[in-house]
T-cell receptor
Framework: GNSVTQMEGPVTLSEEAFLTINCTYT??????LFWYVQYPGEGLQLLLK?????DKGSNKGFEATYRKETTSFHLEKGSVQVSDSAVYFC?????????????FGKGTLLTVNP | DADVTQTPRNRITKTGKRIMLECSQT?????MYWYRQDPGLGLRLIYY???????NKGEISDGYSVSRQAQAKFSLSLESAIPNQTALYFC???????????FGPGTRLTVL
């Protein structure tokens, strides 16, 4: 079946530090890949996505590149801010057949200190 | 106003009680979903709906039922609540399957 594995948290960084959250996946076929972010007390919202190999998704200074050869979609940001403190979820979905559903990783809690 | 709303936002109930969680959306999407979130487990799909006439079980549907009253409304019911159903519940919508999903703010349910 399909699965997503992301690095376990919590991750604690100082403001302006470099962020990487690793995400690897297992899927039959060619999935679309997503990063969702959940701020405290809120629902999930899409941060970025990539739909095919070598695509780079980017938003709010975050980036992730769809690497088919390593089945990875690592999230990076060059300089984090306190406001980036949240839980980050990597997810995948397949468009074909009945494999429509969004499969989530377990989430990674990021805390950024001033 | 929020595109996807959930009521109530918080609920405490007792074992054996019936409870309904409601979701409404103004995005005009046909696809709607119910998830539960548990610490360390991510989100797991309970039910999903293609449209008003088509409802399907997700990976953890036991103990839950749903009703799609209209395109904009999708309710989740716990017929007889038990403590291990204590969790954060999210409703979501999407325009098509496989695309971005839009989440509500969640309902925190505690079953004593």
């Amino acid at each position: 079946g399909n699965s997503v594995t992301q690095m376990e948290g919590p991750v604690t960084l100082s403001e302006e530090a470099f962020l990487t959250i690793n995400c690897t996946y297992t899927a039959t076929g060619y999935p679309s890949l997503f990063w969702y972010v959940q701020y405290p007390g809120e629902g999930l919202q899409l941060l970025l996505k990539a739909t095919k190999a070598d695509d780079k998704g980017s938003n709010k200074g975050f980036e992730a590149t769809y690497r088919k050869e390593t089945t990875s979609f690592h999230l990076e940001k060059g300089s984090v801010q306190v406001s980036d403190s949240a839980v980050y979820f990597c997810a995948l979905t397949l468009m074909r057949g009945s494999n429509y559903k969004l499969t989530f990783g377990k989430g990674t809690l990021l805390t950024v200190n001033p | 106003d929020a595109d996807v709303t959930q009521t109530p936002r918080n609920r405490i109930t007792k074992t054996g009680k019936r409870i309904m969680l409601e979701c409404s959306q103004t995005k005009g999407h046909d696809r709607m979903y119910w998830y539960r979130q548990d610490p360390g487990l991510g989100l797991r799909l309970i039910y999903y709906s293609f449209d008003v006439k088509d409802i399907n079980k997700g990976e953890i549907s036991d103990g839950y039922s749903v009703s799609r009253q209209a395109q904009a409304k999708f309710s989740l019911s716990l017929e007889s609540a038990i403590p291990n159903q204590t969790a954060l519940y999210f409703c979501a919508t999407s325009e098509i399957f496989g695309d971005e999903q839009f989440f509500g703010p969640g309902t925190r349910l505690t079953v004593l």
